[in-house]
Every structure is written in C-alpha cells, then in structure tokens.
C-alpha cells in the first residue's frame, strides 16, 4: 500500500459544528503532516507529527486539534471554524529524516467549506 | 526557512523537453533539494530530490549546480499529463522529521 487515504473528501460545515478529519496511511511511515491550501496557492504547513507525537504547530488557532492515536492515523478537530478557514486540507506522511530519505506522500485532501 | 525562487509560469509543446528553473541562494549544506508537482485537484506528487549530485529516475531529471545555488528539474519529453504546478521546495531537518515548506511554483502549460 503506497497510498495516503483522506475522508471525507468533501466536508461542509457550520460554525458552531465539530467535525473531524481523518487520514491514514499503511506504509510505516512514522512521521505525518496537516497541510492547509487555499485556492490558487502553495500548501502552507500547519502540525508535524514524529513518532505519534506532535513535533511542530506552525502557530495554528486553537480551533484546530491534530491527534495521532497511533502509527497510521492521523486526525484534525475541527471547532468553531471561521468561513476563511475554508481550504483544502492536506494530509501527508514520510519516514523520519535520515540522509537517504526520499519524499512526502500526499492524501488527495479534504475540501472543507466553512458556511 | 531557507527559500526557493521560480518563474510564475512557463510553456512548453508537447513531445519536447522542459528545463524547470528553481534558484536557492541560502541553501545549508545538509539540505536537500525536493521537486513536487500537483495536478488540478490532487495532492501534491513527489517527483524527484537530491543533494548534490544529478539524479536521474522514471519521471524526470534533476540537475544540481556545483555550488547547490540553483537546480533545474528536467522533462525530457512533455506529455499534456504533465501539465501541472511544479514546486522546487529545500527539505529541512526538523525534530525528527522532514519540513517541506513550499514556495509559489512553476505552472506549467503544455501546448498540444
């Protein structure tokens, strides 16, 4: 299995809901990334995960909760969202950084509107 | 984060090579230099990356300069599949794992 699988993959959403996002991945890759792109520009990093534990939050509001409840699931809660956090949402997952390591790959995203 | 410049945009015909240019003038020694690409409406493609030398595989070519300064992603035939935004992204080591950060990309258009 050489794919990252991302549900739903569309999602709308009011702002008082909580809703999740799931991804997952079978290749024992042991580190896993939330993306987020708007229209028409490059994905902008949001959480990295390593070894199931959150490594870095690019300084992302409080209304988005990443989980990693083990090595091949990678959630995003979602609370009170805002209609500019309407996106694509992009999970990603690579194995952790050694001098051979090759590259992301990249779930085909959830298209989130926020109304 | 160390940067990556490319042109906005760029045209091609179909069946001839693309040279794709990425300029990275504040590359560290230790970072490698990762090409993605994303067709409309799909995830970002791993492609190819590299660190010092060239580096050859089924999609494409990536040619690094001898000061690691700049890179060139090369197509060696264009197909209208490969119409897509071509991002040239240096990957940082980072608490155990990788951090790609990507620049604004290349679009590329393929002209039958």
């Known amino acids: 299995d050489t794919e990252v699988t991302q549900t739903p993959k569309h999602l709308v959403m009011g702002m008082t809901n909580k809703k999740s996002l799931k991804c997952e991945q079978h290749?024992?890759?042991?580190?896993m990334y939330w993306y987020k792109q708007k229209a028409k520009k490059p994905p902008e990093l949001m959480f990295v995960?390593?070894?199931?534990?959150?490594?870095i939050n690019e300084s992302v509001p409080s209304r988005f909760s990443p989980e990693c409840p083990n090595s091949s699931l990678l959630n995003l809660h979602l609370h009170a969202l805002q209609p500019e956090d309407s996106a694509l949402y992009l999970c990603?997952?690579?194995?952790?950084?050694?001098?051979?390591?090759?590259?992301?790959?990249f779930g085909s995203g959830t298209r989130l509107t926020v109304v | 984060d160390a940067k990556t410049t490319q042109p906005n945009s760029m045209e091609s015909n179909e069946e001839e090579p693309v040279h794709l240019p990425c300029n990275h003038s504040t590359i560290s020694g230790t970072d490698y230099i990762h090409w993605y690409r994303q067709l409309p409406s799909q995830g970002p493609e791993y492609v190819i990356h590299?660190?010092?030398s060239n580096v050859n595989n089924r999609m494409a070519s990536l040619a690094i300069a001898e000061d690691r300064k700049s890179s060139t992603l090369i197509l060696h035939r264009a197909t209208l599949r490969d119409a897509a935004v071509y991002y040239c992204i240096l990957r940082l080591p980072v608490q155990g794992a990788q951090k790609l950060v990507f620049g604004q990309g290349t679009r590329l258009t393929i002209n039958p």
């Open positions: 590299g660190l010092t």
């Open positions: 990603a997952s690579s194995q952790v950084l050694s001098g051979t390591t090759g590259g992301y790959t």
């Open positions: 290749m024992g890759h042991r580190a």
């Open positions: 995960y390593s070894y199931e534990k959150l490594s």
